[in-house]
């Protein structure tokens, strides 16, 4: 039964993170850049839904305008940072995107301050319960929404003309342009539902620790960034596979080395001793 | 259809193609034949607009298109089947259609991808196989498939033979004969003498960027020897040594 609880603790928390965690391949599988600035905008979709919600008493408004306004930062991250140095190596954008992901912490923490923000009535905080297993309400959320949004990302990018000429500028930039695929959309979109499922993500962990701090982007950023190496960068199959085998080994970790080291030393052991077997990831992109 | 007026072209600083004239009909196939870094990719290339023209002008259909992007290109009727194919690999061959036809509305879409598999009916068997899993002649057909959903009167085909088994290039001249019979121009860049000699009404040998030979196939059939030479071929002087 214990084994049971870990697998569901683990797929919990590796929803989380393959949400977070597609959304970075997604960006690097288009543009060949490490989007570490991402996890800004992660934090920033939970700063508008909790402040709206506690404003307005509505946690799904707060949802409502979060997700599509991180996304609409997402372009503006494209096309204020990304778009002017794309033809530099692609250090110079890593370092673009650190920077960023810096100011936007230190900025969170000058505007809302240091202690983080609490929702005021909290959400999502019962127990949902079949037999003797359990879990909150938030992390059931967490799942439905993480296979929901996935499974319609999945079905837009595969049963759509768009999707497919968004798989297409994926795989071979030039060639589906000249077939008349206007990439430079494809690449807004691409930030659009990167940066919004980044937000869900978001918003549902503030709701399950009801708490939004300036720094709660640091440690997912740290992990997608190695998950998404893992799966096989670009490789968003591999990235999901990578995301719930995460999630599992950490809540498995907790309780049998949890002793010697906590949660998240065990997730980068994981994924050092993964890297050092395995250096192309577990998935290799082709 | 398609008029080269001493086209130049070529990369940054360096020449690949210089002041080449060459037209090509509505329902005639054109062979461009030369060695290796002659010019005849860099010729198909500039057509569809992939590579900068340094003189001279591309007419299509009268229209001066030299200065157009490669996707006003695909509109106006031009399209391109890349050296090394270009397919998208993790796509499947549906897919590879889809994006072929992109320009037209996707209306005519399902039409042409029927127009596609009546050509070549094998890939109506891989129709959901990613286009990477095919073999060469198989990805060869998706290739020239993915260009024909544009809806194109001249077709650009470059190393049709290429490391393809001999029935596969015998499927694809068959396809690209039935496609001259329906009116279309074809201009094709091929490493078999033989095989363009075959297939072309025309040839034009190219040898270091420049025409050096012209003529129909017939003709060029007669002259072999002559044609064999400006490739340099190893095959012509290999033969003539033993």
Redesign the interface.
């Known amino acids: 039964m214990l084994q049971l609880e870990l697998t569901i603790q683990g797929l919990i928390n590796g929803s989380m993170y393959a949400l977070m965690a597609v959304g970075l391949t997604l960006v690097y599988g288009l543009l060949r850049i490490l989007h570490v600035a991402h996890a800004g905008l992660y934090t920033l979709g939970a700063y508008i839904a909790v402040l709206i919600a506690n404003a307005s008493g509505s946690l799904l408004l707060g949802a409502a305008v979060a997700i599509p306004a991180v996304g609409l930062a997402g372009m503006a991250v494209y096309r204020l940072l990304y778009e002017p140095i794309l033809d530099r190596p692609p250090y110079v954008a890593l370092i673009a995107s650190i920077g960023l992901f810096i100011v936007m912490e230190e900025a969170y923490r000058l505007v809302f301050g240091p202690y983080g923000e609490t929702f005021s009535t909290p959400y999502l905080a019962g127990r949902l319960a079949i037999g003797p297993i359990g879990a909150k309400g938030a992390e059931v959320l967490m799942v439905i929404a993480a296979f929901g949004l996935l499974t319609l990302l999945a079905l837009l990018a595969r049963r759509t003309?768009f999707g497919?000429?968004w798989?297409?500028t994926?795989?071979?930039p030039?060639?589906?342009?000249?077939?008349?695929?206007d990439t430079i959309k494809v690449r807004y979109v691409n930030f659009f539902v990167a940066s919004g499922l980044a937000a869900s993500a978001a918003i549902l962990v503030a709701v399950l620790n009801n708490l939004v701090e300036p720094t709660m982007g640091s440690v997912p950023s740290y992990k997608t960034l190695a998950i998404i190496v893992l799966g096989g960068l670009g490789n968003v199959a591999g990235t999901l596979a990578a995301s719930l085998a995460l999630g599992v080994i950490e809540a498995f970790g907790t309780i049998y080395i949890g002793h010697l080291l906590d949660r998240d030393a065990i997730a980068f052991l994981f994924l050092v001793l993964v890297l050092m077997i395995r250096p192309q990831g577990l998935f290799a992109a082709? | 259809m398609l008029r080269l007026e001493a086209m130049s072209c070529g990369y940054g600083g360096m020449r690949a193609v210089e002041a080449l004239d060459l037209e090509v009909g509505a329902g005639e196939i054109v062979a461009l034949v030369g060695a290796n870094g002659a010019g005849k990719s860099s010729t198909l290339m500039a057509i569809?607009?992939?590579v900068e023209l340094q003189g001279g002008r591309i007419l299509f259909d009268g229209d001066d298109i030299s200065s157009a992007a490669?996707?006003a290109r695909?509109?106006s009727g031009i399209a391109?089947a890349?050296e090394g194919r270009?397919l998208?690999?993790?796509?499947s061959v549906r897919?590879?259609l889809?994006?072929?036809?992109?320009?037209r509305d996707?209306g005519r879409q399902a039409r042409n991808i029927e127009t596609v598999l009546a050509l070549f009916p094998r890939l109506a068997e891989r129709f959901e196989r990613p286009a990477?899993t095919l073999s060469g002649g198989e990805q060869q057909m998706v290739a020239i498939g993915?260009a024909l959903m544009?809806e194109p009167r001249l077709m650009l085909i470059d190393e049709v033979s290429l490391g393809l088994m001999p029935k596969m290039v015998d499927v694809c001249y068959g396809a690209i004969r039935a496609l001259r019979a329906r009116g279309l121009g074809v201009l094709l860049v091929e490493q078999s003498t033989e095989r363009a000699f075959a297939a072309a009404d025309r040839v034009c040998v190219l040898e270091s960027g420049r025409a050096v030979w012209r003529g129909s196939a017939a003709e060029a059939r007669g002259n072999s020897a002559v044609i064999d030479a400006y490739l340099g071929v190893g095959r012509a002087t290999a033969d003539a040594a033993s």
């Open positions: 003309r497919v000429a798989r297409a994926v795989s071979d030039a060639m589906a342009r000249s077939f008349g695929v082709k | 569809a607009g992939h490669p996707m695909v509109a391109l890349p270009r998208f690999r993790d796509l897919e590879n889809v994006v072929g036809g992109y320009v996707a990477g993915r544009s």
